[in-house]
């Protein structure tokens, strides 16, 4: 669970808030989708990613114009532009399906973060990683 409410929109620094998953390995299979379940509601420009390692030190960093397209491999939107607007949540939980093949297919080691970025925001929960 993220809740960025207790920044209390303290200015332009952007909060930056982060749970890493344990290592998997995926070794075995070139084509990886990661599955979870999540709760958001958005409050103005911030965004959801997740990110994807290879060596749990190094890690794609989100854009600080909070982009959903020209990532980095590697970096992937939760919410892509268009699907949230502000103050609405989507359904209790909403099953996402994100493609990670290009960072995690066939890789021996792989760690998972899931990212938050913005200034200020309601709350974001993730359950059921798989």
Request: charged fraction near 15%; hydrophobic fraction near 30%; include cysteine.
């Amino acid at each position: 669970m993220l809740c960025s409410d207790c920044g209390n929109n303290s200015g332009t620094t952007y909060e930056q808030s982060l749970t890493t998953a344990s290592s998997i390995d995926p070794s075995a299979y070139p084509n990886v989708v990661l599955q979870f379940e999540t709760q958001y509601r958005r409050f103005n420009n911030e965004q959801t990613y997740v990110a994807i390692s290879t060596d749990g030190v190094n890690w794609p960093v989100p854009p600080s114009d909070t982009a959903t397209v020209g990532l980095p491999t590697g970096l992937y939107p939760v919410w892509y532009d268009g699907e949230l607007t502000q103050s609405v949540s989507p359904g209790n939980p909403t099953i996402k399906r994100i493609n990670i093949s290009d960072a995690a297919g066939s890789q021996g080691t792989v760690w998972v973060r899931f990212y938050w970025y913005g200034v200020w925001g309601y709350a974001w929960y993730v359950d059921d990683v798989r």
